[in-house]
C-alpha cells in the first residue's frame, strides 16, 4: 500500500473504531487539535502507565512530579522561550497561505532526495542482484550532483538559520524558485519570526492582568522544582525527576494528524548529574530509551537515531529516536545534554541559589542535565499506524488487525456469547463481572461470531473468549488470539492466568535489555 494510502487508513481508522476524533468536529473541526475516544484515550493511559512505570517505578533514583501548565512569566524569560522560541514565517501575497520557511526549503531538498531514490530504484532493477548500492551512491555522477546541491542548500539555510539572516532564507527561496505548493504562485512576503508561546491573561481586570504563557514544554516545571524535589526526598546525584503533562505550540504548519499538534502531551524525564560526566549518562539514556521503544515489538528497523550537528543554545549534545512513521522517519524522542543551562538562567533570574552541596567530596555545584523528552500522542501514532494491517487470509479475503502490543491494547479481552439464549449471555456476563477486577474487558452478543471476532480485531482487542453450550455442561470456553487466529479450548477458571500472561507490564519491560 503506498504511504500516503496507508496514512489516509490509519487516519480514517482511528475515527471508525473510536480512537481520536477532530476536536470540535461539529463546527467543522480545529485545526492540529484532537480529542482521544473511548479507545484512544485508554491507549494513551496504557503508553503513559508504560512510560511512568519504566521511567519511575523501575528506576529507585527517579522520582515523579506534576506540576502546572501556568508558570510565572519570568520562567519563560529564563528559560530562552520569550526571546527564542520562533520559528521562521513566509505568507504567500496572492494564496493567503502561511509557511515555515526553513520546511518549504527543506521540502524542496526532500524532491531531490526522491529522485535519488528514483535513480538507485532504476540501477537496481537494472544490474539486479550484482547490484551494489553504496558504490552506486558514491560513484554516479547525477547522484553525486544531486547529494550535493542537497548539501549546499542544508548548509546555507542553516548558517542563516544561526545567524538570524531572515532576508537571505527568503532570498533562498526565490533562488530556488520554490512556489507555493497550493496556489503555485512565487509572490512571497519577507521572512518574519514568530514566537510559538501562547499568551493568556491572569487576573480579573484588564489593568491588572498579567501576561501568561500556556507551557510550551514541561521541562520548565521540573527545573523551577528541583531543590524542592532533592530535599524533601533526600535525593543524592545523579537522581532525575520525571513528569507528563500537556504543552502548547502554536505550530505554524499543523498537519500530519496528531504527529504536530497545537495542543499535545510530553513525557519527560530531566536527570541531574555531576558537571562532566554528560558524556557518559548522553550514551547511556540513548541506549536504555531505545530499549524502552523497542520491547513493544514494533520492529528494529523501524527506529534510528539522528545525532545533531546543529545544536540549540542549551545543549552540548542531541539526538532525536526517530521512528519510521506511515509518512517517513521523523523524530519520536529527543535526548538533549542540557549542561547547567537552565538551572544557571534560574539562579540568575530569581535570585535564588541553584546549587547542589554534594556530600561525598563536600562541594557545591550547579548539575548538568540530561534530559530525555517524548510526545505521547507522537508515541500514540506510532503504535497505532504500525499496529494496523490489512492481512489476506487463505479464503482469498482479507481482514484488517490491529496487532496492538497487548500491554497496550484498550481492552483485553471480549466476551462473546455464541448465541443470545439458552443461558449463554448471563454466563458470558458473570465472566465479565470476574475478570474485570484485573483487566478491561468487553461484552458483545450482536451479530455472528465471525463478525463480532472481526470487529474486535480491528479495535485490537487480544484476546475473544466464547461461551457455546459446551461451557454448559464442561465449564470451559473458546478462547481466540487476535494475531494467530488460534483457537483453545480452556477452563473458565484459567483464563485470568491466560490472559495475565501476556498482557502483564512486567512481561513486556523486561524485554528491555
Ligand atoms: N507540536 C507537537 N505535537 C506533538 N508532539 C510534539 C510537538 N512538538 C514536540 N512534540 C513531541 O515532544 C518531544 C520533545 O519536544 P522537542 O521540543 O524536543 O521537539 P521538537 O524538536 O521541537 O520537535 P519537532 O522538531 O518535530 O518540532 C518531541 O520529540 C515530540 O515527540
Known amino acids: 500500500m503506498a504511504n500516503d494510502d496507508k496514512f489516509k487508513k490509519v487516519i480514517a481508522h482511528a475515527k471508525e473504531y473510536g480512537y481520536v476524533f477532530q476536536s470540535s468536529e461539529i463546527y467543522d473541526g480545529l485545526s492540529a487539535v484532537y480529542d482521544y475516544a473511548q479507545n484512544g484515550t485508554l491507549l494513551k493511559n496504557n503508553i503513559r502507565e508504560y512510560w511512568w512505570k519504566a521511567m519511575v517505578q523501575m528506576h529507585d533514583n527517579i522520582v515523579g512530579i506534576d506540576s502546572a501548565i501556568f508558570m510565572h512569566p519570568t520562567t519563560w524569560k529564563a528559560s530562552g522561550h520569550v526571546d527564542a522560541f520562533n520559528d521562521p514565517l513566509i505568507d504567500n501575497k496572492d494564496s493567503k497561505k502561511r509557511y515555515r520557511a526553513d520546511v518549504l526549503v527543506e521540502d524542496y531538498c526532500a524532491k531531490i532526495e526522491a529522485k535519488i531514490n528514483k535513480e538507485i530504484n532504476k540501477a537496481a532493477k537494472r544490474f539486479g542482484d550484482a547490484f551494489n548500492e553504496a558504490e552506486f551512491v558514491s560513484t554516479n555522477p547525477r547522484v553525486l550532483g544531486y547529494k550535493e546541491k542537497i548539501e549546499t542548500i542544508l548548509k546555507r539555510l542553516g548558517k542563516s538559520l544561526e545567524n538570524e539572516d531572515l532576508a537571505d532564507v527568503k532570498a533562498l527561496i526565490e533562488e530556488l524558485e520554490i512556489a507555493d505548493p497550493l496556489s503555485g504562485s512565487k509572490n512571497w512576503t519577507d521572512v518574519k519570526q514568530f514566537n510559538l508561546m501562547f499568551g493568556t491573561k491572569l487576573g480579573a481586570s484588564a489593568e491588572h492582568a498579567t501576561d501568561l504563557y500556556l507551557r510550551p514544554e514541561t521541562a520548565q516545571g521540573i527545573f523551577v522544582n528541583f531543590l524542592n524535589v532533592q530535599k524533601t526526598g533526600r535525593m543524592k546525584i545523579p537522581f532525575g525527576i520525571a513528569q507528563t503533562g500537556k504543552a502548547f505550540r502554536n505550530e505554524i504548519v499543523a498537519r500530519q494528524f496528531i504527529f504536530r499538534m497545537r495542543e499535545f502531551e510530553q513525557m519527560e524525564m530531566q536527570y541531574f548529574i555531576k558537571p562532566g560526566t554528560q558524556k557518559e549518562w548522553f550514551d547511556y539514556w540513548k541506549k536504555t530509551r531505545l530499549s524502552w521503544h523497542q520491547s513493544l515489538g514494533l520492529g528494529e528497523k523501524?527506529?534510528?537515531?539522528?545525532?545533531?550537528?546543529?545544536?540549540?543554545?542549551?545543549?552540548?549534545?542531541?539526538?532525536?529516536?526517530?521512528?519510521?512513521?506511515?509518512?517517513?522517519?521523523?523524530?519520536?524522542?529527543?535526548?538533549?545534554?542540557?549542561?547547567?543551562?537552565?538551572?544557571?538562567?534560574?539562579?540568575?533570574?530569581?535570585?535564588?541559589?541553584?546549587?547542589?552541596?554534594?556530600?561525598?567530596?563536600?562541594?557545591?555545584?550547579?548539575?548538568?542535565?540530561?534530559?530525555?523528552?517524548?510526545?505521547?500522542?507522537?508515541?500514540?501514532?506510532?503504535?497505532?499506524?504500525?499496529?494496523?494491517?490489512?492481512?489476506?487470509?487463505?479464503?482469498?479475503?482479507?481482514?484488517?488487525?490491529?496487532?496492538?502490543?497487548?500491554?497496550?491494547?484498550?481492552?483485553?479481552?471480549?466476551?462473546?456469547?455464541?448465541?443470545?439464549?439458552?443461558?449463554?449471555?448471563?454466563?458470558?456476563?458473570?465472566?465479565?463481572?470476574?475478570?474485570?477486577?484485573?483487566?478491561?474487558?468487553?461484552?458483545?452478543?450482536?451479530?455472528?461470531?465471525?463478525?463480532?471476532?472481526?470487529?474486535?480485531?480491528?479495535?485490537?482487542?487480544?484476546?475473544?473468549?466464547?461461551?457455546?453450550?459446551?461451557?454448559?455442561?464442561?465449564?470451559?470456553?473458546?478462547?481466540?488470539?487476535?494475531?494467530?487466529?488460534?483457537?483453545?479450548?480452556?477452563?473458565?477458571?484459567?483464563?485470568?492466568?491466560?490472559?495475565?500472561?501476556?498482557?502483564n507490564m512486567k512481561h513486556w519491560l523486561k524485554r528491555m535489555n
Open 302 to 503: 523501524n527506529y534510528r537515531f539522528h545525532d545533531h550537528e546543529k545544536l540549540a543554545h542549551y545543549a552540548d549534545a542531541a539526538s532525536d529516536i526517530e521512528f519510521n512513521f506511515p509518512f517517513g522517519f521523523k523524530e519520536l524522542e529527543g535526548i538533549h545534554s542540557r549542561t547547567d543551562f537552565d538551572l544557571k538562567q534560574h539562579e540568575e533570574y530569581s535570585g535564588k541559589k541553584m546549587q547542589y552541596f554534594d556530600p561525598e567530596d563536600n562541594t557545591s555545584y550547579t548539575p548538568y542535565v540530561l534530559e530525555t523528552s517524548i510526545g505521547l500522542d507522537r508515541m500514540f501514532l506510532a503504535v497505532f499506524s504500525n499496529s494496523l494491517q490489512e492481512e489476506a487470509l487463505d479464503n482469498g479475503t482479507t481482514r484488517t488487525v490491529l496487532r496492538l502490543p497487548a500491554v497496550l491494547a484498550p481492552t483485553k479481552a471480549a466476551v462473546l456469547p455464541l448465541v443470545k439464549k439458552d443461558g449463554l449471555p448471563e454466563i458470558a456476563k458473570q465472566i465479565v463481572e470476574s475478570l474485570k477486577w484485573d483487566f478491561n474487558v468487553a461484552y458483545d452478543e450482536k451479530d455472528a461470531v465471525g463478525r463480532r471476532y472481526r470487529r474486535q480485531d480491528a479495535v485490537g482487542t487480544p484476546f475473544c473468549i466464547t461461551v457455546d453450550h459446551d461451557t454448559l455442561e464442561d465449564n470451559t470456553v473458546t478462547i481466540r488470539h487476535r494475531d494467530s487466529m488460534e483457537q483453545k479450548r480452556v477452563s473458565i477458571e484459567d483464563l485470568k492466568d491466560l490472559i495475565k500472561a501476556e498482557v
